[in-house]
Each structure stands twice: as structure tokens, then as C-alpha cells.
């Protein structure tokens, strides 16, 4: 942008640019032309110079509409048809300067004369007349009404006082440089161009400037983190911890992400004095905190009590700011919110995980792993046992579960939860919407576009799951003549089962439950805790048989001679019997584990299996 700025003040001779290569790299950057152009025309003027504007049309070198962009960028040295051609001034407006030159000469001559003289050579056309203006008389132009002139064309619905002005001013200044004489900028000059660091605001020696950076190297005495601008800091052993330390290996490697307070900028180096001591980042926490001002100096007018709301809103935003430029020594940690840790882990294999600060507070951190494509599971970490405010706690709680490090909380929570939704993923009950082979022309991506983690696609891709499983729900009764169900991954609750449920084929809808995915267990209801997919299945089943069918009122048990406090399921004989021949109105053969299910007898089966 700053390139095409300047040649569009400027300016580029057309024919200097063919004929020597040191200027032809700025013809690609004229408004209008681009590299393919540009080396089209260079080519052409090399082997014959232009006399004109006029011939990069004529001799088919840019279209019309190309031309109508770039003409007034493109100057044409030596003029030999036009004087207009080495200015700036485009020329659908040469008729304009001709009119000025005209005025200022005294000569005159109406427009349709001039009109029909711009088409004939320079020697005899009201180019010449502009041409001596420019030579010898450009002094004459300060004489011209030009405000008149641009309220007769006012009149004509043409808006032109900018451009006579500017008209003007090429005549009078055709070799004119716009630019602003250059100036050696200094070492901050040079360093706010390069990285967009601001010392002074973005960067401050007096203790109160907190940055974010990645550790990229690490000696025993020092390391060297680079800030997201490319500037890189020097933190020596002294300046990592409050306490001493033999190596800075100890607690610092590379590409873990810290927090750390600017002590000086040196500009000729170009680098940064960091400390990561925790006395010097809660001080610059302080410092950075904006102090209430007393009653007496504040206006009386002054509503202090919304200036009190605003307040606690800056401090609830600072707080979650704080607590995103916490620094947690773990490979797994990125300094990431919710949404930017879905965007990491988006292209990363199912189980990944990262932790990350929570905008809880820094009581708090948050552990994101990925569930399936698209879906994320956010689980809230409480630490306890803080030495100070910004550092890691030694206890973790996530419900009622209680982790001594990170580690143990990656390898006995969140692992042991992957595997078991892996094991769901195995079983033949399970479904996936977006996986179905029947829809294998109607892909995700397709219908609901890219995920832009949006709640609008998350209510759209659950409206898109819903019709897919009661689809599919419906299709299994209706071909089996009995009722059906399905496992399936919960888009409300990432990390849960979704079972889905068809009573008889005539059901109209489906009835849903959720299952939590513990580490040890599958939970279901408040009491149903399975060890396995196996168990949480004939859990299901039973909780079914022994509670009557959602939408059927009680009216309508007593008109068919059920008691309102007996199951429907169980307890019909009509059910009963339609059941043990039809294989179970499951539609599967799970064999239940508990025993009292199991019938006496050699031939006698369970009442589950087929």
C-alpha cells in the first residue's frame, strides 16, 4: 500500500521505466496495472517509445477500461503530442487545462473549437497554447476566477473546483515531488517501524509494561524470548524466579509462553531487559490498576455512581485479561482463550488437549480437548494451595476429584474419558450424523458451511444432528416392526452420550437421555453408574422397562385397564408378547448383566436377547 501510494504521487515515466530496469519496478504498483500488465507495456515501450497516452490504446497495449484508471499515473517524457501527457493530469480533464491556458493567454476560442482542436498536432492545437503557459507564463494562471469557472460548471452538473486546482497546480509545477523531504529515522523510529512497539506506551522502563513471549533459546545463565511483534528480550537467571536458582534450564524451555515485566529498552540493540520474577509482575499488576479519584476533585455533576458500574466492568475485563497472561510452566499450556484454543486444536487428532488460562479468574485454569471434528470439551480446573496469586496451585479439584499435578489430571481425567468415548465409538449402537454413508453426498461442510464457532453453527449443526438421528431412529423401526435406539455424541454437553430412543414404529418423535462420561464410569439418571458401554446399555433398558412410555397420559391408562402406578412396558401382556416374538423390542442382542434377569432353564434366554 505505502508503494502504490507513492506512485500515485508521483507518478512513473513510461518510457524511462522501459528503457532502464531500476525504475521498471515501480510500473506494477500504477492504480490500475499489476505485474502482468505492467510487463506487457515495458515490453512494447522498450522496442518502441510511446509519443503519447493515446498509444496505449491505439496500439493495444491496455484496454479502455485499464486505460481510464492508470492514464493519469502514466507520464509520457519526451511530450512530443500533448505537454499534458508528462503531467499528472488525466485526460478526460485536458480540455479543462485547455480552457485555462486559453483564459490565461487571453486568446479566444469556445469550447466546441477547442474540442475539435485537441484531435489535431500540438503545432496547431490548444496544446501549444498550454504548452507555452507552462514554459513561459505559468505565473498568468494565478489570474483565473477559477471559483466562477467551477460554478458555471456547477451549473452543467459537473463538480471541478478540486480539479482546476489541481490543474493549476501541474502547470505551474510539472516536475513538482509531493513527497515529504527524507529524514535518517533514529533507532526508536526504527524500531516502532519494524516490530509496532511504541516505547513509552506499548513499551515502558518504568516497571508498569507486561508482555507475552515465547521462549525461543535457553542458556544456563540467560534465555532469549521473542514478543508476538519480533522483538526479543533478554532475561537473565537472576530475573526468572524470586528465589534462587542455579540454571535457568530449571524452569524455563523453549516455546513455553511467559509473562514478564519490560525493565529497559535498548535501542541500538534493538532487544528488551526482561524479569519474570513474580514480586515484579504482581507490581506492575498494581501499578497498572487506575486509582479512584477523590469526591472533592470530581465534578458535582458527575455520575459517579455509573462511573462505579464501569469500573467493576474494567476490573471484571482486567481480571480475565490477568488471568490470559498467566504463565504456567507445562508443555501443554498455550496462552489461549476458548475460541482460539478450538481454532488449535481443530486440525489436531482426537484426545489432544491443551490447558490454558480461565477467565474464571486465577483460581482457575481451563483444560480443552478435543471430543470429535468440531466438537470441544471445556473442563473447569479450581486450584487450591496457592503460594501466591498468579502461581500454579498444588491441588486440583475438578468436581469432586482432586489431582496432586497437571500431569495426573491429563493422565487420569482426561485420557481415561477419550478412551471411553473411543469405546462408545466401537460399539454397533453408536451413531454418527455426519458420518452416515446415507448422506455421503450431502456433506457437513457443505450445508452448514465453515465452522466459524459461532453459536449460530452450533444451533444449526444440532437442528442438522436432530433430523439425521430421528431419520435414522425411524427408518430402523419401521424395517424391524419393533422399537429402536441409538448412542450418539452430545452436541449440548461435549463429553456426554446422547441415548436416543423410539418406543414402536407409530411413535411420533423420539425420547432422549444424557449420560455422563466419567473417568471410571458412565453415569445415567441419579442413580445408573456402568462400568462399561455394555452396562450403561442394560441400564438404559431396565430404566425403560420400569417406567411408563413418555406421552402417554393417564387417561389413557385407565381407559386400556392399566393402573396409573404400573408400568406399561412391563406390565402389558399385549407388549410382553409382542416382544418375546419379535426378538426383543430392542432390535438388538444385548444380553442384560444383571441376574436377575436370567430365566431358569436350559432353553430359557433372557428377555434382551433375540
Not at 508498569?208 to 524470548?225: D, E, G, M, T
Amino acid at each position: 500500500r505505502a508503494f502504490i501510494n507513492v506512485v500515485a504521487k508521483t507518478g512513473v515515466d513510461v518510457n524511462a521505466a522501459a528503457a532502464h530496469a531500476h525504475l521498471a519496478h515501480t510500473l506494477p504498483f500504477v492504480a490500475g496495472l499489476g505485474p502482468r500488465k505492467a510487463h506487457a507495456i515495458l515490453a512494447r515501450a522498450h522496442a518502441d517509445p510511446l509519443e503519447s497516452r493515446n498509444d496505449l490504446v491505439t496500439r493495444r497495449l491496455c484496454t479502455r477500461c485499464v486505460f481510464v484508471n492508470c492514464a493519469s499515473f502514466l507520464r509520457i517524457r519526451p511530450a512530443v503530442a500533448d505537454a499534458l501527457d508528462a503531467t499528472r493530469i488525466h485526460p478526460q480533464d485536458y480540455i479543462l487545462a485547455y480552457k485555462m491556458a486559453l483564459d490565461a493567454l487571453d486568446i479566444e476560442e469556445d469550447d466546441e473549437d477547442a474540442g475539435r482542436r485537441a484531435q489535431r498536432s500540438a503545432r496547431s492545437g490548444p496544446a501549444r497554447y498550454v504548452a507555452e503557459v507552462m514554459r513561459n507564463a505559468p505565473e498568468k494562471l494565478d489570474d483565473l476566477d477559477l471559483v466562477g469557472y467551477a460554478e458555471e460548471l456547477k451549473r452543467k452538473n459537473l463538480l471541478k473546483l478540486e480539479t482546476l486546482k489541481f490543474i493549476k497546480h501541474e502547470l505551474q509545477n510539472p516536475d513538482d515531488d509531493p513527497r515529504e523531504p527524507f529524514e535518517q529515522p533514529n533507532d526508536r523510529q526504527v524500531l516502532e517501524m519494524l516490530t509496532g512497539e511504541v516505547v513509552g506506551e506499548t513499551l515502558r522502563e518504568d516497571g508498569s509494561s507486561l508482555v507475552s513471549a515465547v521462549v525461543v533459546r535457553v542458556q544456563p545463565k540467560f534465555a532469549i524470548a521473542r514478543l508476538d511483534s519480533g522483538l526479543e528480550g533478554f532475561i537473565s537467571v537472576a530475573n526468572v524466579t524470586d528465589y534462587r536458582i542455579e540454571a535457568v534450564s530449571d524452569e524455563l524451555a523453549p516455546g513455553q509462553s511467559v509473562v514478564a515485566v519490560v525493565k529497559r529498552v535498548d535501542l541500538e540493540k534493538m532487544s528488551l531487559d526482561l524479569s519474570m520474577r513474580q514480586s515484579d509482575v504482581d507490581e506492575a499488576l498494581r501499578r497498572s490498576q487506575a486509582t479512584v479519584p477523590e469526591a472533592s476533585l470530581v465534578d458535582r455533576y458527575f455520575d459517579l455512581d455509573s462511573e462505579a458500574v464501569l469500573r467493576e466492568r474494567a476490573k471484571a475485563l482486567k481480571l480475565k485479561s490477568s488471568a490470559r497472561m498467566r504463565t504456567i510452566p507445562h508443555p501443554l499450556f498455550k496462552p489461549f482463550n476458548s475460541k482460539e484454543a478450538e481454532q488449535y486444536l481443530d486440525g489436531r487428532p482426537r484426545g489432544d488437549c491443551v490447558i490454558r488460562p480461565s477467565s474464571r479468574g486465577l483460581d482457575h485454569i481451563a483444560i480443552t480437548w478435543k471430543v470429535a471434528e468440531g466438537l470441544f470439551q471445556h473442563i473447569d480446573v479450581q486450584e487450591r494451595d496457592k503460594p501466591s496469586e498468579t502461581a500454579l496451585g498444588t491441588t486440583f479439584l475438578v468436581g469432586e476429584a482432586a489431582y496432586t499435578d497437571l500431569d495426573e489430571l491429563v493422565a487420569f481425567h482426561v485420557d481415561p474419558i477419550s478412551r471411553k468415548l473411543e469405546e462408545v465409538k466401537r460399539n454397533p449402537k453408536f451413531y454418527d450424523p455426519e458420518t452416515d454413508p446415507l448422506y455421503a453426498t450431502q456433506p457437513v461442510a457443505l450445508l452448514l458451511g465453515v465452522n466459524d464457532y459461532t453459536e449460530e453453527y452450533r444451533t444449526r449443526r444440532q437442528e442438522l444432528w436432530e433430523t439425521r438421528t430421528a431419520r435414522h431412529l425411524d427408518t430402523l423401526a419401521q424395517s424391524t416392526g419393533r422399537g429402536s435406539y441409538c448412542i450418539s455424541l452430545s452436541l449440548v454437553k461435549p463429553g456426554s452420550l446422547v441415548l436416543a430412543f423410539k418406543p414402536t414404529p407409530g411413535y411420533a418423535g423420539i425420547m432422549k437421555w444424557t449420560a455422563r462420561v466419567e473417568p471410571n464410569e458412565f453415569k445415567l439418571g441419579e442413580r445408573g453408574r456402568y462400568p462399561d458401554i455394555n452396562g450403561l446399555i442394560n441400564g438404559f433398558k431396565r430404566m425403560q422397562t420400569t417406567q411408563k412410555p413418555a406421552g402417554r397420559s393417564a387417561h389413557e391408562d385407565r381407559r386400556e385397564g392399566r393402573s396409573h402406578g404400573r408400568s406399561s412396558y412391563a406390565d402389558s401382556g399385549r407388549w410382553e408378547r409382542d416382544r418375546s416374538s419379535r426378538s426383543g423390542a430392542w432390535g438388538d442382542s444385548h444380553q442384560s448383566s444383571s441376574s436377575g434377569q436370567r430365566q431358569s432353564g436350559a432353553a430359557s434366554t433372557s428377555r434382551w436377547e433375540s
